[in-house]
Every structure is written in C-alpha cells, then in structure tokens.
C-alpha cells in the first residue's frame, strides 16, 4: 500500500480543504468536459495532479508545475 504523501507549492504546505489533514495519495486524474465526453474524446482532455486526502478521500486537482510532493514533512 502506498504511503501518504505531503504536499506543498513553494513553502505554503497543502491542506485538505474539506478536513484540514496534511496527507495524502498522488495520481493522475483526468480533467473531463461534457463536449469531448459527448464526442468519445475524453481522451484529449487535459491532466491534473489529484490529491486525494488520506483521512477523508477529498479529491484535490492541481495543474500547478510547481507542486511538490515529500514522504517526510517539511520543516519551516
């Protein structure tokens, strides 16, 4: 099983918006649109990093480049 993950942009750490908890799995989550859905192009639509909130399961999308994961938290 993966291991949960800390996030941040810069040095502003990321927290479950719904929660607040600090951790959290990494994958790829697709940015669906009703337009290339109804066409059966759903495979043209652009990409995120989604966050998914290890306590609670809140799915975060980021498209910024500048998200960083760490398997050990940050010290400020």
């Given amino acids: 099983m993966a291991k949960p993950l800390y996030a941040a942009i810069g040095e502003h750490p990321i927290l479950c918006l719904m929660c607040g908890?600090?951790?959290?799995?990494?994958?790829?989550?697709?940015?669906?649109?009703?337009?290339?859905?109804?066409?059966?192009?759903?495979?043209?639509?652009?990409s995120a990093?989604?966050?998914?909130?290890?306590?609670?399961?809140?799915?975060?999308?980021?498209?910024?480049?500048?998200l960083r994961t760490y398997r050990q938290k940050r010290e400020h």
Wanted: charged share 15%.
């Fill in 21 to 46: 908890n600090d951790t959290f799995r990494k994958r790829e989550v697709l940015l669906n649109s009703t337009g290339m859905e109804f066409f059966n192009m759903a495979w043209a639509n652009e």
């Fill in 49 to 66: 990093t989604g966050l998914i909130c290890w306590s609670c399961g809140h799915v975060h999308p980021f498209v910024n480049p500048a």
